[in-house]
């Protein structure tokens, strides 16, 4: 070791330089919640763009799901959703990122998986969109199950999981086929869309962003079957419970809203007509407790009383989120399916606030 | 430290002062120093870089190699020549894969360059307006544009192009021996049976006896002044003699047509897999990109080089009586080649070194295997080790041929 | 006839007026002339069946070009400039670009070519990926400063050149870090301890070393002092600019992009890379077999390289290499790779320029007792140097081109950043892949093209210079 020692003093006058030119990016080991109050905004990773998750106009704009999450958190904390700055991150980086301190929050539709949370530093906070991999195929080949895909010739990503995912799944139904992986994503869409494969492969709701750049998007059909799971939600630094608890409690606060019948356009009547109820003792508690009528449940976080409430009103709802960026409506027609409440079958469950 | 090498060495019995000038000492000081260094610097790499995979908890080594890889490689020449079938695939397997699948791209991409290249450079030097201004045009744009650009540009051109009928579709030609569609261009696959050996023995043979001829025929044009007609006995020997052979031995070669399916499931009509030659799309827009892009600058070295053959040559060999044609083959070409063959030399080693842009339009060659490996398994030191290894050992070997080449060509000095 | 008595040496055959001038043949004149010259020599021989074959082929292909080369470029005029959307009103996106029966704007019956209002709305993109709109000023004042700075060095008409070119390779580089990044970064504690110092005991050393005093071994070495001295201090001056609060916002590398990104690293590559490849240059020269064989080790290896193994081993490799915990900038890296490939390059551009540098001049140099450092300095280099201008000029062409290839490793230069366009869902038409492609390859045409021209005259104008 001394001999480590005398060779890293040696170089490190030589590379002095290259430590000055790194960005002033020092590891935060204090308290994550502090750091972001005393800077005044959140630093949130997002995607270089998957729309409906996170995408940006040229203008600057973020819209998506994964921002609204971030957006949430800013106005737990701040009480306004705009005191976040947005990076983008490519798929290699964002754990980097996450870990250097450049970013507070990664928001970036990362599946969580045992390695990630276990041996990368960082940690997952819940699951704000249950994905799963998908199958797409031109209409005009009449193909509606995956059964029927013997000898197709498929494109995809290379250096993610879907390019294991669906060697496993062919070779286990004892299917052949043909693998094209390419490196980047718009070159998947445009030879697929060329006519070299017959079918495309990510993400279910990448394959339905992908769609959408199709000249001809009705023309795509995406298969039924679901030949992974991918659980996709923002992850943290490890060491931080308090900072966890705050991403955690303010996806759970959106989806106990959507729960209880909150959203954005009736929260104040909600807590207007509860407010009354609250010192009768009477009302529903669950609500009283949420939107911080009732005990104090924002000073345990280290938020103010009100920080779901301000979720809420700025933010919405999970299901307002869904609808307005990835839902039925948009353009990506994604159907709640496994996103939906437990409630209502899906797997969507927001712990309680008791 | 050149300058003064050449000073007296100083005598032994100097003070320790003037010893510091002694170009010897001086020398030999610098020398240590800079070795030193150099070792410092790569001990403190290597033990930052030990430090780094403890830490990360990432192992190393080359074991990964024998691993089955969790992907499939799309069919290809080196998948055709790895015969793999009765074992399980391993990653050594997929980069020989690549390494096969670049040697493939590279030696194409080197004829067809070379070709268009003297081609296109001897229009630069034509009087006729339209050969001039087309090799002109030609070369200034593909030599001012990027290189990754123009495999984007071909590779979409080619899956673009209207008259590029769908994976379900063909057109054929060559009477129906040749077709192809949005999945590559399909072609007859030799298959040689027993007794084929015996057309390559001749072959090999018939190289051989071509170089006892030059030999025999060289000799008796410097004892009597005849001439020997070289190029048909080459021609005879090399081609006419396997040739024969080949007739002679029943014709051992079977072509495997390609098949092409037209019922059953939809999936399983067009071409079908394994059988006949295929070559994918992917192969044909970078072996275009980069022939068309090496030619460019291949021409401009011909140029170069015809030009610097002085008009003098020309002249005294017409004043000799010697033909057009063989002014130009025996007297300008050999000269010209002189000053052509090292640049040549460092194109055809770009070209080697350009084919690993095939990353990025999925064609499957040593580099993009390399880099699906080093996803897959996270063995970055390893893998880009045995990359640049791989391209290292394609430059010394080129290079040395190449310096065998050029010393043949060299002016015989007295 | 008659014979002048005048004249007495006259005879008959000899002429007592000019000749006549005649006019030239009239198939060498005139637009026949011209054509013949340029055209119909090659292709006019029918003297015997050889001649005549070959003439008729030359008609075959001259032909075939003509008719290719035409219908290339009309098509490309007719892509760009007929078939071209130029106007956008409604200041819709996609659907500018699209025909009606593709759920655009346009009506069904037109061939759709360039979109341009694709190009308009992400112009800003393009030159600067995603720079904050507020400081756009910046790398615009960073352009014009390299534009001035350019022109002040190359254009041979202007005055002082030389202080042009140390601006610009001494001062430039800083201010265009401090402009691009904001500078306000900052070091660690002991780097302000430790660097200074080293600073001023080189500096120091040399110095002293120069007055005579300190010794002999200060005396001897104070060469390699002064010049250690001085790029210790280059250093010193950079961080302390780097690390200074210039009042300006920081702005991460992560959202430069596009034509600056390509700049700044085709730029950073060539002037790092030059004294690197001088020294290595240098050293590949050397009678010392330990500096010649690490120099020649060095350039090989390099060259024998592609330059993505260098940009994946920059990029993944390089953080393992420096010590735990030290973060890398993304740019940085792809830099650090750029450079140390460049250098090989430049090297071997070098060597030629050190080779035509005729002994006698290092040999006149000796003999009036400069040492060999002082030799190199005044006489081989500044003679070397003017000499492999167009060589330098020609790995700098290569070197901007091949600055594409750094998207692959997931950066957004020119190339990159109008590719991840194509993934916007907003503008993705079928004309927009194309009109990406043409764009990028415009910027570069233009950008290679007038560099190669520089380059060629600067070649002829050299070649005159030494011709006498």
């Not at chain 1, 006519?195 to 298969?223: M, N």
């Not at chain 2, 699906?372 to 080790?385: C, D, F, P, W, Y």
């Not at chain 3, 700044?264 to 240059?281: D, E, F, Q, R, W």
């Amino acid at each position: 070791m001394a001999l480590r020692h005398l060779l890293c003093g040696v170089m490190a006058v030589g590379f002095g330089f290259a430590a000055v030119s790194t960005p002033a990016s020092a590891q935060t080991s204090g308290s994550t919640l502090s750091a972001v109050k005393s800077k005044g905004r959140l630093d949130c990773g997002v995607s270089q763009g998957l729309p409906g998750f996170s995408n940006s106009d040229s203008a600057g704009n973020f819209t998506g799901i994964d921002v609204d999450l971030c957006r949430g958190v800013a106005a737990a904390v701040f009480g306004d959703p705009s005191k976040v700055r947005f990076r983008t991150l490519s798929a290699k980086e964002r754990f980097e990122a996450l870990k250097s301190g450049e970013i507070d929050v990664l928001s970036r539709n990362s599946t969580w998986t045992m390695t990630r949370d276990t041996q990368l530093g960082i940690i997952f906070a819940g699951v704000n969109y249950y994905d799963g991999q998908g199958l797409m195929v031109p209409a005009s080949l009449g193909v509606s199950t995956a059964a029927e895909l013997d000898g197709a010739r498929i494109c995809t990503n290379t250096g993610t999981t879907t390019e294991l995912n669906v060697t496993d799944y062919f070779r286990s139904h004892g299917m052949s086929f043909e693998l094209i992986a390419f490196e980047k994503t718009d070159e998947v869409g445009a030879a697929y869309e060329a006519g070299r494969c017959d079918v495309y492969t990510t993400d279910r709701s990448g394959l339905a962003a992908e769609r959408l750049k199709f000249a001809d998007p009705e023309g795509h059909v995406v298969l039924p079957e679901i030949i992974s799971k991918e659980p996709l939600g923002p992850a943290v630094r490890q060491g931080d419970e308090q900072w966890l608890n705050v991403v955690k409690w303010t996806h759970y606060a959106m989806l106990n809203a959507e729960e209880l019948g909150i959203s954005s356009e009736n929260v104040d009547q909600i807590r207007d007509e509860q407010a009354g109820l609250v010192s009768q003792g009477q009302g529903n508690q669950e609500i009283q407790r949420l939107l911080g009528l009732g005990d104090d449940f924002g000073a345990v976080l280290g938020l103010p009383k009100d920080w779901a409430y301000q979720v809420i009103k700025q933010v919405g709802n999970y299901g307002e989120v869904y609808e307005a960026n990835v839902g039925p409506d948009t353009p990506l027609k994604l159907a709640r399916g496994a996103n939906a409440l437990w409630t209502n079958g899906g797997l969507q469950y927001g712990m309680p606030v008791r | 430290m050149t300058a003064s090498a050449e000073t007296p060495s100083s005598g032994s019995s100097r003070s320790s002062g003037s010893l510091l000038y002694d170009p010897k000492v001086r020398s030999i000081f610098f020398q240590v120093a800079l070795i030193l260094a150099v070792l410092l610097f790569f001990g403190w790499i290597v033990l930052n870089t030990m430090a780094n995979l403890r830490a990360r908890n990432i192992s190393s080594g080359f074991d990964f190699l024998g691993n089955t890889p969790g992907f499939q490689t799309v069919t290809t020449l080196g998948t055709y020549l790895m015969d793999v079938s009765g074992r399980a695939i391993t990653y050594l397997d997929v980069l020989k894969v690549g390494l096969i699948n670049t040697l493939l791209v590279a030696v194409l991409g080197i004829v067809t360059a070379t070709i268009l290249g003297f081609v296109i450079g001897v229009f630069r030097l034509s009087n006729n307006a339209v050969l001039y201004g087309f090799s002109t045009v030609y070369v200034e744009l593909l030599r001012n544009t990027p290189l990754l650009l123009q495999i984007f540009f071909w590779y979409f051109a080619a899956l673009r192009a209207p008259w590029v009928p769908d994976a379900r579709g063909k057109v054929s030609f060559f009477w129906d021996n040749f077709h192809f569609n949005i999945t590559g261009l399909y072609g007859p696959y030799p298959l040689p049976q027993t007794g084929f050996g015996a057309t390559l023995w001749a072959l090999v043979i018939g190289l051989i006896l071509t170089f006892v001829m030059r030999w025999w025929a060289k000799k008796r044009q410097d004892a009597t002044g005849k001439q020997f007609p070289i190029f048909w006995g080459a021609v005879g020997l090399i081609l006419g003699l396997p040739l024969l052979v080949f007739l002679l031995t029943g014709a051992p070669l079977r072509w495997e047509a390609a098949n092409f399916v037209q019922e059953g499931p939809v999936l399983r009509r067009g071409f079908q897999k394994g059988e006949g030659m295929l070559i994918i799309p992917e192969l044909i827009a970078l072996w275009l990109a980069l022939s068309l892009y090496t030619a460019a600058f291949i021409a401009e070295i011909v140029r170069a080089g015809i030009l610097a053959v002085n008009k003098g040559q020309t002249e005294a060999a017409h004043a000799l009586g010697i033909s057009q044609s063989k002014n130009l083959r025996l007297v300008v070409i050999p000269q010209a080649l002189r000053v052509i063959i090292p640049p040549l030399t460092s194109q055809y080693l770009n070209i080697t070194k350009n084919s690993s842009l095939a990353v990025a339009i999925a064609y499957p060659d040593f580099f993009s295997q390399v880099q699906i490996s080093l996803n897959q398994t996270g063995r970055a030191i390893e893998l880009i080790v045995i990359a640049m290894l791989v391209y290292l050992t394609f430059s010394l070997i080129t290079s040395a041929i190449m310096n065998y080449v050029n010393s043949r060509m060299k002016l015989v000095e007295r | 006839m008659t014979s002048s008595p005048h004249a007495p040496q006259s005879v008959a055959y000899v002429r007592t007026e000019d000749a006549p001038i005649l006019p030239p043949p009239a198939n060498t004149t005139g637009l026949y002339g011209w054509a013949r010259r340029n055209f119909l020599d090659s292709m006019t021989d029918f003297s015997d069946v050889g001649s005549s074959v070959r003439s008729v082929l030359m008609i075959l292909l001259t032909a075939f070009l003509l008719w290719f080369g035409i219908s290339q470029i009309w098509g490309l005029i007719k892509f760009v400039f007929i078939d071209g959307i130029w106007s956008n009103p409604t200041g819709a996106r996609r659907e500018a670009c699209l025909t009606q029966a593709q759920g655009g704007l346009l009506p069904n019956d037109q061939t759709v070519g360039a979109c341009w209002p694709y190009v308009a709305a992400n112009a800003k993109l393009f030159i600067y990926g995603r720079y904050p709109m507020a400081e756009l000023w910046r790398p615009n004042l960073v352009f014009l400063l390299l534009a001035l700075g350019l022109v002040w060095t190359l254009w041979s008409r202007m005055p002082y050149r030389k202080i042009g070119a140390a601006l610009m390779l001494v001062v430039f580089p800083m201010v265009a870090f401090v402009l691009l990044t904001g500078a306000d970064l900052s070091a660690p504690k002991a780097f302000w301890y430790v660097w200074p110092l080293a600073t001023a005991i080189l500096l120091g050393l040399g110095w002293a070393g120069g007055k005579g005093m300190g010794g002999e071994a200060v005396k001897a070495f104070s060469g390699a002092f002064w010049g250690l001295g001085l790029f210790f201090a280059y250093i010193l001056v950079f961080a302390l600019a780097a690390t200074m609060n210039w009042g300006l916002n920081s702005v991460t590398t992560r959202d430069w992009g596009g034509l600056l990104v390509t700049l700044v690293v085709a730029l950073t590559g060539i002037t790092a890379s030059l004294p690197l490849g001088i020294l290595l240059a240098l050293g590949r020269r050397s009678t010392l077999p330990a500096v010649k064989i690490l120099s020649v080790a060095f350039i090989e290896f390099w060259r024998g390289v592609p330059l993505i193994t260098v940009l994946f081993m920059s990029s993944v490799m390089l953080p393992l290499f420096l010590p735990p915990g030290t973060s890398f900038n993304d740019l940085l890296r792809a830099l650090i790779g750029v450079t140390l490939f460049a250098s090989a390059y430049m090297a071997e551009v070098v060597r030629g320029g050190l080779q035509a540098i005729p002994k006698g001049q290092t040999e006149g140099a000796q003999s009036l007792g400069l040492s060999f450092w002082e030799t190199t300095r005044l006489i081989v280099l500044p003679q070397a140097l003017t000499l492999v201008i167009p060589g330098i000029v020609n790995t700098f062409i290569g070197l901007f081109k091949d600055t594409t290839l750094v998207s692959i490793i997931g950066m957004f230069d020119l190339l990159g950043q109008v590719s991840s366009t194509f993934a916007d869902s907003s503008w993705a038409t079928p004309v927009t892949r194309p009109t990406g492609y043409l764009v990028v390859a415009a910027i570069f045409f233009v950008f290679c093209f007038l560099m190669s021209r520089y380059s060629m005259s600067m070649e002829k104008k050299l070649r005159r210079g030494h011709a006498r």
